[in-house]
């Protein structure tokens, strides 16, 4: 069992930056494939970004591409998302995701390539 807790969001003004980060519980999370999604009201979740389980790989969204930035430590079983320019439209719940090891080390970006989930962190970003 993996449990996931999201912090670091927060209110922030347009054009400014957050660090989203994402504590893991858990012995196999340094073998976890690890992403971010987030859901604005009325829409549908959506992929944000994801890292391999070495953190040698990662992929993120063209929607937030050079904008965000996704990290991980394994030493600290934490997962981070850095977010920079940010506008209106990234305003949403974020949750990060992980999923069961399977001997990968590559990127995973539907909702249904992850079995854990966190309870998400609200990011507002006002104009």
């Known amino acids: 069992q993996v449990q996931l807790v999201e912090s670091g969001g927060g209110l922030v003004q347009a054009g400014g930056s957050l660090r989203l980060s994402c504590a893991a519980s858990g012995r196999t999370f340094s073998s976890s494939g690890m992403g971010w999604f987030r859901q604005a009201p009325g829409k549908e979740r959506e992929f944000v970004a994801a890292i391999s389980r070495s953190g040698l790989i990662t992929y993120v969204s063209n929607s937030v591409k050079g904008r965000f930035t996704i990290s991980r430590d394994n030493a600290k079983n934490t997962v981070y998302l850095q977010m920079n320019s940010l506008n209106p439209e990234d305003t949403a719940v974020y949750s990060c995701?992980?999923?069961?090891?399977?001997?990968?080390?590559?990127?995973?970006?539907?909702?249904?390539?992850?079995?854990?989930w966190g309870q998400g962190t609200q990011v507002t970003v006002s104009s």
């Open positions: 995701a992980a999923r069961i090891p399977d001997g990968g080390d590559t990127w995973y970006t539907g909702p249904a390539d992850y079995d854990y």
